[in-house]
């Protein structure tokens, strides 16, 4: 497999360090408020690649996702609701926890919080093994990193050394882009904040000692294999990560780099801070498919940005469509021969599906080898030319892709549990069967919309009445 490494700005051929287990790290949500669909673009994008690192390199994987549960956000809502931190953030771990299922996420290795007791003292670890390799200075209780100690700071966002403002320093956990400055890695007590004591004084993690610490505390030692996020931490989350990590071992942190680019709506990256967003359950709550908004995050490369209207959400919903109506067919043939043109046809779809997915997650064209594998299929289905052996072939190859992609079995999974309770869909389907009976067609009409405007659709055949979903 191929992936683009931020670090050093082009693809390269990846295999784990030990040849056989995966150790990635990826950054997760700041657990202040519920996450947002360009939050879950990058979600999706790194579940599909451990998936494919999975499935088609057969790598065991080490999987590492954190909530950051104690920075200025976290601390500013908690005291905004008059919530204790811990209470007030379980409840947004709780909703990505919700989000991730209900979007198919594979469940990682190692879900840390950075408020968990091993991890402060991990921070603390690396904050005075940093300060034993002469990288800190405290000032006014507070712990910072000089980056003037580290020639190579900067390598991963590629900034120019003259900019950096030497002696100047932030405490805030965010800051403008490229604007380098020493950074703080234990904040001093401040009335009201969180405080811990274990070892460099009474404070609090900065930001990005968390992600450092409880990444090679899990996953050491270094270097991890790959660490991931969205294109916005680029810097100055992982250029710091990259410093307090390497200055505190002496060793490269990560191989590979890789980075998600943003969703876009209407031409504006979505954000929280411009309150121009949208959350999964927004989405389903207005009747869409967390498969239809699974497809979209992953239907344009994950280095392209990618731009969410409700236009291109009802494109995704046809796509997925399509591909399931076809493996609903192709389930559905019976008897006939296997034909060596069909296992040829699918064999060569497998091998471009894999070309693809191996070429640094080229998902678009992987999904145009499942559409023309899907069009040439239906075409031998129309004139007769596919037996049942080669419908388990067709069937055995969806299934394979898709343990990549993870549409289908999401939608199948939708499908099983239908917004309407089954019970009470075919009670209405048979007072609606009693109603044409008694030719009264305005009534079975009212139970026919009444069902469709529920997500429900039902198809009259000769055979009878079938239902799915909307």
Known sequence: MRLYNTLTRREEEFVPADGRT????????????RGH??????FVSLDVLRRALRYEAGYAMRHVMNFTDVDDKTIHASQQAGVALREYTDRFVAAYLEDAAAMGLEP?????????????????????ALGQRGHTYTSEGSVYFRIST??????????????????????????????????V??????PGEPTWDYGCGPGRPGWHIECSAMALRLLGPAPIDIHGGGIDLVFPHH????????????VQFSRFWVHVEFLNLDNEKMSKSLGNVFTVRD????????????YLLISVHYRKQLTFNWDVLAQAEAAVTRLAD??????????????EAVSSRVAAARRAFSEAIGSDLNVPAAQGVMFELVREMNAAMDQGRLGEPDAAVILAAFAAFDRVLGVLALRRAEDAAPPVPEAEIESLIEARRDARRSRDFAAADRIRAELEARGIILEDSAAGTRWKRK
């Not at 995966?22 to 700041?30: F, I, S």
């Open 22 to 33: 995966v150790r990635m790290y990826t950054c997760g949500l700041t657990v202040y408020a």
């Open 326 to 339: 076809f493996v609903t067919r192709a389930e559905a043939v019976r008897g006939g021969e296997a034909h």
């Open 108 to 128: 990682v290795e190692e879900n840390p919080r950075a408020t968990d007791e091993a991890n402060l003292r991990a921070m603390v670890d690396m904050v005075n």
């Open 185 to 190: 890695l234990w904040k001093a007590t401040k």
């Open 239 to 250: 250029e710091n990560e990259i410093a307090q990590s390497e200055g505190a071992t002496g």
């Open 37 to 42: 669909i360009g939050n879950f673009r990058t």
């Open 283 to 294: 989405i389903l709550d207005k009747g869409h498919r967390a498969s239809a908004l699974r």
């Open 150 to 183: 580290l020639p190579e700071y900067g390598k991963l966002a590629r900034l120019d050394h003259e900019g950096i403002q030497p002696g100047a320093r932030l405490d805030a956990d965010t800051y403008t882009k490229h604007d380098a400055r020493d950074f």
